[in-house]
């Protein structure tokens, strides 16, 4: 199911209805500053396992965890080195993934694999994004949408491919 929402305006109605699904463990598809995304709530057990399966990927593959500021991303790693902050101020929000060491703050299951305690951290521009990460309570685990070696785009596509999944 599509769930159509003003690009320029969202409907704030519309996106706590997403939050609220979100917090229950469902998984949704989000347009990212980049391509669409698998998104779940961080602290979702259930729905984190479901980007898992629904991408077909190890569990031991990093997700990037999205966060409405850097008050927020800096409570998930363990220190923001000085130019990494200053970077971070300067290119963010933005399409771009910082590789961070996460501390206990981060829900286990958005980095499942225990060799690698690093996380990508994003704090995106995309206004829809930006809107939501505003008003839910909390952070949002995601990976892009990649299926045969290329990048799904067309939301017509993801229907097909993710909407046969969800009922199957």
Do not use: Q, W
């Amino acid at each position: 199911m599509i769930l159509h929402l003003h690009p320029a305006n969202p409907e704030k109605r519309k996106l706590k209805e997403i939050s609220e699904g979100l917090l229950d463990g469902a998984v949704y598809i989000f347009p990212t500053d980049t391509v669409y995304a698998l998104a779940a709530d961080s602290n979702s057990k259930k729905g984190v396992e479901k980007l898992y399966d629904l991408k077909e990927i190890s569990k031991n593959k990093p997700l990037s965890i999205l966060c409405p500021d850097i008050s927020t991303a800096a409570g998930l790693v363990e220190y923001i080195p000085n130019d990494a902050f200053r970077l971070m101020k300067k290119i963010t929000p933005g399409p771009f993934t910082f590789i961070l060491r996460a501390n206990r703050n981060v829900p286990r299951i958005s980095f499942s694999n225990s060799k690698n305690k690093n996380i990508g951290i994003r704090i995106p521009e995309n206004l829809l994004l930006s809107e939501f990460l505003s008003l839910h309570p909390g952070t949002i685990t995601s990976t892009s949408v990649f299926s045969n070696d290329e990048y799904l785009t067309d939301i017509d596509d993801l229907e097909k491919i993710y909407g046969m999944k969800r009922k199957a």
